[in-house]
């Protein structure tokens, strides 16, 4: 069984029993995403965001080949030090555990393993997608399919604008995940607010959000939700220079080789420099942003949790 490889954080244990609320927090970032020690500060920052909107962190990764559920501040420091953490997808899991490395959680991963630990609510970045160029690499992103099947609802400021956001679009409603605008209209593009790609649903309150998507899961439809959460404005950048940026990005990347697992580290890095470091910012912004939303999104989904607890059954003679 699972639970043989599970570790979950006594303090994440005890809210979970006790129905209170809980956010998975993915370890991709910190190992990946950003430079040390920034990477290292801006976990320690997200999760004391999370915890001031009345939810409890739970930050998400394989160490020595045990899946551990809510790190300790030692945890996060070694992450953001060590050098051979893999970045792991669903396909590595079983290799990662048996050969007791360590993992780095995506958005994949970090939903099978906040699912396995009963996490409903995750705060990530941005979500993989379809990249560029996709009809002739097929180079999909593993988090499409984990939307379409793991039932945990992503906190995200949209897919991430190095992606091809039509069709990544055009997939999650092939596989019926919901993508709901939070005080938008329009997909986020992870830097910016805008993409020019409406979308069908907008929500302005995380107690109507809460409520949609408990009634998809009563109604046995499983699978998550993208909660497209903007950028905030103070830090959206400009969306034709982002746009430059990443168009040069993509052209080096492809005049490297650079290619798979690869691909989305070497993009976010050069586009990093080529911004002059304004995309790095911008990153952590709306990851904190997003940690503020999924905490109290989570708190919510608790309270409805519990009101379903308290009903009582007529009994009838």
């Given at each position: 069984?699972?639970?043989?490889?599970?570790?979950?954080?006594?303090?994440?244990?005890?809210?979970?029993?006790?129905?209170?609320?809980?956010?998975?927090?993915?370890?991709?970032?910190?190992?990946?995403?950003?430079?040390?020690?920034?990477?290292?500060?801006?976990?320690?920052?997200?999760?004391?965001?999370?915890?001031?909107?009345?939810?409890?962190?739970?930050?998400?990764?394989?160490?020595?080949?045990?899946?551990?559920?809510?790190?300790?501040?030692?945890?996060?420091?070694?992450?953001?030090?060590?050098?051979?953490?893999?970045?792991?997808?669903?396909?590595?899991?079983?290799?990662?555990?048996?050969?007791?490395?360590?993992?780095?959680?995506?958005?994949?991963?970090?939903?099978?393993?906040?699912?396995?630990?009963?996490?409903?609510?995750?705060?990530?970045?941005?979500?993989?997608?379809?990249?560029?160029?996709?009809?002739?690499?097929?180079?999909?992103?593993?988090?499409?399919?984990?939307?379409?099947?793991?039932?945990?609802?992503?906190?995200?400021?949209?897919?991430?604008?190095?992606?091809?956001?039509?069709?990544?679009?055009?997939?999650?409603?092939?596989?019926?995940?919901?993508?709901?605008?939070?005080?938008?209209?329009?997909?986020?593009?992870?830097?910016?607010?805008?993409?020019?790609?409406?979308?069908?649903?907008?929500?302005?309150?995380?107690?109507?959000?809460?409520?949609?998507?408990?009634?998809?899961?009563?109604?046995?439809?499983?699978?998550?939700?993208?909660?497209?959460?903007?950028?905030?404005?103070?830090?959206?950048?400009?969306?034709?220079?982002?746009?430059?940026?990443?168009?040069?990005?993509?052209?080096?990347?492809?005049?490297?080789?650079?290619?798979?697992?690869?691909?989305?580290?070497?993009?976010?890095?050069?586009i990093k420099d080529i911004t002059g470091g304004k995309s790095l910012e911008a990153n952590i912004q709306l990851v904190f942003n997003n940690a503020k939303v999924a905490a109290q999104l989570a708190k919510e989904m608790s309270l409805l949790d519990l009101g379903?607890?308290?009903?009582?059954?007529?009994?009838?003679?």
């Amino acid at each position: 069984m699972y639970k043989d490889y599970l570790d979950i954080n006594p303090e994440v244990k005890q809210a979970l029993d006790n129905n209170q609320a809980v956010v998975a927090l993915e370890s991709t970032i910190i190992s990946h995403g950003m430079p040390y020690p920034q990477n290292v500060e801006t976990a320690l920052k997200v999760e004391e965001i999370v915890r001031k909107n009345g939810a409890v962190p739970a930050t998400i990764a394989i160490l020595n080949g045990r899946i551990k559920v809510g790190l300790t501040k030692e945890e996060i420091e070694y992450l953001g030090k060590a050098q051979n953490v893999i970045k792991t997808s669903r396909r590595d899991i079983p290799i990662i555990i048996a050969k007791k490395l360590d993992g780095a959680t995506t958005v994949a991963t970090t939903m099978i393993f906040a699912h396995m630990a009963g996490i409903k609510v995750f705060a990530t970045g941005g979500i993989g997608g379809v990249h560029r160029g996709a009809q002739e690499t097929f180079d999909i992103s593993a988090d499409l399919q984990e939307l379409a099947h793991t039932s945990v609802a992503v906190v995200c400021a949209g897919a991430k604008s190095i992606l091809d956001l039509g069709l990544t679009l055009e997939y999650l409603e092939t596989f019926g995940v919901p993508v709901i605008g939070f005080g938008t209209d329009e997909l986020p593009a992870f830097y910016t607010r805008k993409s020019g790609f409406k979308l069908e649903y907008r929500v302005d309150d995380v107690i109507e959000l809460a409520r949609i998507i408990s009634v998809k899961w009563d109604l046995g439809l499983t699978g998550g939700v993208v909660v497209a959460n903007p950028i905030p404005e103070a830090y959206s950048m400009d969306h034709e220079v982002i746009n430059k940026a990443i168009e040069r990005a993509v052209k080096e990347a492809e005049g490297l080789g650079i290619q798979g697992k690869e691909i989305t580290p070497f993009l976010l890095a050069k586009i990093k420099d080529i911004t002059g470091g304004k995309s790095l910012e911008a990153n952590i912004q709306l990851v904190f942003n997003n940690a503020k939303v999924a905490a109290q999104l989570a708190k919510e989904m608790s309270l409805l949790d519990l009101g379903k607890k308290d009903k009582v059954t007529p009994q009838f003679l």
